[in-house]
């Protein structure tokens, strides 16, 4: 493999498991906004974090369940209305659900191998850019990638992957501002997405370029290994093999 002009990182549950972090603020929220409902299953949260849903779709398919089960009165919400609930959401996140995020066992040695080899770095996540940039600094992993290449949910012009418009609108003008070009000769089928979803991959092969796939993460085996990543890992230390090689 031809040494990456870019590596770019999925944030949840690729360089960092938020299993935890997540089911858990997602129950606070239940209770907190519909407390006459049973909370979700730990089922129906898991298959909305695999599946890479955002925070809204994620409700709105959670609520329609505890609706559903319930001999609530409560009834569906307009789809605006669960803007409160994500705002909700952050509110406990930042409260309750950062302390416990920590990241993958070799995280640290990956980021610090990538930053030794002079490869750009990024993190593209459909989660919020402060949860990420909390996350990083909360594990002592703060400082390898540039904030400005560190792209979220509400980042003016970014989209949910896998839709390109947050490398495309995004990352890559901020790039080639500083001095990145990866598109030069074709440089673009040698960057290297790494996540865990099939979101990343579909993201990955949007972009026509290589992807690693962290089968530790969230994704669903069998649609993951469907798309055919170019590598699949069950550990971060293999990643650092990779670019070895």
Known sequence: MPTPPLIIFDFDGTLFN??????????LTFASLLPTSLPPLDSEIEAQIASGAGLADTFRALHAAAVSSSSSSSSSLPSAEFESWVSKYREIYAERGQGLVT???GAKTLLETVQKKGIPMSIISNKGVEA?????????????????????D??????????????EDVLLPRLREKGVDVDEGGRRRDVLVVGD?????????NLGCRVCWCRFGYGGREECEGMRPDWVVDGLEEVVSILEE
């Open 18 to 27: 938020t299993h935890a972090s997540i089911r858990e603020t997602i129950r």
């Open 103 to 105: 990241a993958y066992p």
């Open 132 to 152: 990420v940039r909390t996350a990083l600094a909360n594990n002592g992993l703060e400082g390898f990638i540039p904030e400005e290449f560190i792209i979220g």
């Open 197 to 205: 979803t099939v979101a990343d991959i579909g993201f990955a092969r």
């Open 154 to 167: 509400k980042t003016p012009g970014a989209k949910r992957k896998p839709d390109v418009g947050s490398f």
